[in-house]
């Protein structure tokens, strides 16, 4: 994991937490299980003279009642660990890793075009910035939000965005814009580093995370970072669940120098990086056909 001078204060205090309706809704719930089994184990025996009206005995009552206070103490603890996890993971846990994005790639000095697809509140966006600022290099990244309805979360104003750059010092380093992640509003081979923060498996949720049609619009997702990436660009994804896919499609593409870190667990999930370069050649086989990095014929 890569180290941080900063502890989860000061990064919360400019960042926020994107998608912070979960760990609250996760930390109310802990809250009233906490409260319920509180009260099962003050009034446990009035508890079991109530269940003795519809359980045969006050054995099978007072059994009754001792499971349903442990089972309640026990979610309690398992939804605060939850609500503590996301907390994590959207703010110290998010940090390092971007950390961790940026010393994926070597040479900063020599990027002049930059992609964070579905930037959010900006912390990774902001890591390249300042690692751009800090070599020295005279170029740009654009953050990149879904517009809205495209994705169940991250819907936030380029505004927003800016303000945190603006924070971090780095605002004449940032663009940011929205735009459909499935057709990147950019040329072909635009950017000589695409990197993305657990975005891509939120694309083509509405169609339910597991189905093929979620897949494929996931997959058009990579299609698209692979089009705009410069011969030779390096493209690094820190993605939930679905890294295995992106392996398998990064291949069919015929990207170079594939890697996929360690797991990290984030949001009670798996989660890996995968960094990939695009081949400088455009193309292969004996009759030198052109690769097709979109990917518009799926179903």
Known sequence: MGKSCRD???????????????PLFL????????????VFLFYF????????????????????????????ALSAVCLFFAAANFFYSAVSLHWDMAQRIVSSVTDWSSVKHALDLGCGRGILLNA????????????????????????????LSPNHTLRTAGLEGVQEYVTCRPG???????????????VSAVFVHTVGKEFGPKSAAAAAERMRVLGEVVRVL???????VWDLVHTAEYVQRLNELKMEDIRVSERVTAFMVSSHIVTFRKPRQ?????????????FNNLC
């Open 8 to 22: 989860w204060t000061q990064i919360y205090a400019i960042y926020g937490v994107d998608d912070w309706q979960t």
């Open 27 to 38: 930390l109310i719930h802990a809250i009233g299980f906490s409260i319920l089994s509180v």
């Open 45 to 72: 025996e009035p508890i079991c003279f109530f269940l003795q009206h519809f359980l045969p005995g006050p054995a099978s009552a007072r059994f009754a009642a001792g499971f349903t206070g442990s089972v309640t």
């Open 128 to 155: 390249v910035a300042l690692q751009l600022k800090k070599s020295g290099s005279s170029g740009r990244v654009v953050g990149l939000n879904p517009t809205r309805n495209q994705t169940q979360n991250r819907n």
């Open 180 to 194: 459909d992640p499935r057709t990147l509003p950019f040329s072909d081979s635009y950017f000589d580093v695409v």
């Open 230 to 236: 410069k011969p030779g660009g390096v493209g690094v």
């Open 282 to 294: 455009h193309f292969v086989g004996p009759g030198e056909v052109r690769l097709d990095w979109r």
